[in-house]
């Protein structure tokens, strides 16, 4: 099974910052880009940012100078620093690596984020 566990969440008040991790189990985690998505209830999911298997990345425009996305391949793990939180920040964060027109490992549980103004 390829699974992922996501970490690191948390209550945090706004300018704070908080470091997700994602741990994938199984196998071809270094071959693959990983990606980290956050969700609102009743919104859609909304993409973060991405980290290649090489280590480039790219960060969507509302985060882009506040997070980064490293990975270390030896732990099978990719994080999500972030900084200068904003409450709309606030959501459950989610990683995964896209596959085909579908994703790669069994989608976790998330790590809830709750930015405090």
């Known amino acids: 099974q390829v699974q992922l566990e996501e970490s690191g969440g948390g209550l945090v008040q706004a300018g704070g910052s908080l470091r997700l991790s994602c741990a994938a189990s199984?196998?071809?985690?270094?071959?693959?880009?990983m990606v980290w998505y956050r969700q609102v209830p009743g919104k859609q999911r909304e993409l973060v940012g991405s980290?290649?298997?090489?280590?480039?990345?790219y960060y969507a425009s509302p985060v882009k100078g506040r997070f980064t996305i490293s990975r270390d391949n030896a732990k099978s793990t990719v994080y999500l620093q972030m900084n200068s939180l904003k409450s709309e920040d606030t959501a459950v964060y989610y990683c995964?690596?896209?596959?085909?027109?579908?994703?790669?490992?069994?989608w976790g549980q998330g790590t809830q984020v709750t930015v405090s103004s």
């Open positions: 199984g196998s071809s985690f270094s071959n693959r880009a």
């Open positions: 995964n690596s896209p596959s085909g027109t579908g994703w790669y490992f069994n």
């Open positions: 980290i290649a298997s090489g280590g480039s990345s």
